[in-house]
Nanobody, 122 residues
Framework: QVRLVESGGGLVQAGSSLRLSCAAS????????MGWFRRAPGKEREFVAA????????NYGDSVKGRFTFSRDNAKNTQYLQMNSLKPEDTAVYFC???????????????WGQGTQVTVSS
């Protein structure tokens, strides 16, 4: 069992930055490919970013490429999502996720966090 707890969400103005954190406990953090997903009101859950077990490889959804940076610190069992140049369309609940699969998608996540709200005002 892995418990994931997100933090760092909030209300910011467009163009601002936020850093989300996700702390993991339970089984070894480094065993999992980690991801961030988000769900905006009235929309399906959307892939944001993923990171390999070592942290050496990342990939991003098209809507956040160049603005968001995903990192992890396996020694601290924590992952981070640095979000820059935020836009109103980034408003959503952000979830961290852990998967034993090499590629993380909504269908193969083993563990989800409870989510943290990010609201970007125009």
């Amino acid at each position: 069992q892995v418990r994931l707890v997100e933090s760092g969400g909030g209300l910011v103005q467009a163009g601002s930055s936020l850093r989300l954190s996700c702390a993991a406990s339970g089984r070894p953090f480094s065993n999992y490919v980690m991801g961030w997903f988000r769900r905006a009101p009235g929309k399906e859950r959307e892939f944001v970013a993923a990171i390999s077990r070592s942290g050496g490889s990342t990939n991003y959804g098209d809507s956040v490429k160049g603005r968001f940076t995903f990192s992890r610190d396996n020694a601290k069992n924590t992952q981070y999502l640095q979000m820059n140049s935020l836009k109103p369309e980034d408003t959503a609940v952000y979830f961290c996720a852990a998967s034993v699969s090499p590629i993380v998608t909504t269908s193969n996540v083993n563990y989800w966090g409870q989510g943290t709200q990010v609201t970007v005002s125009s």
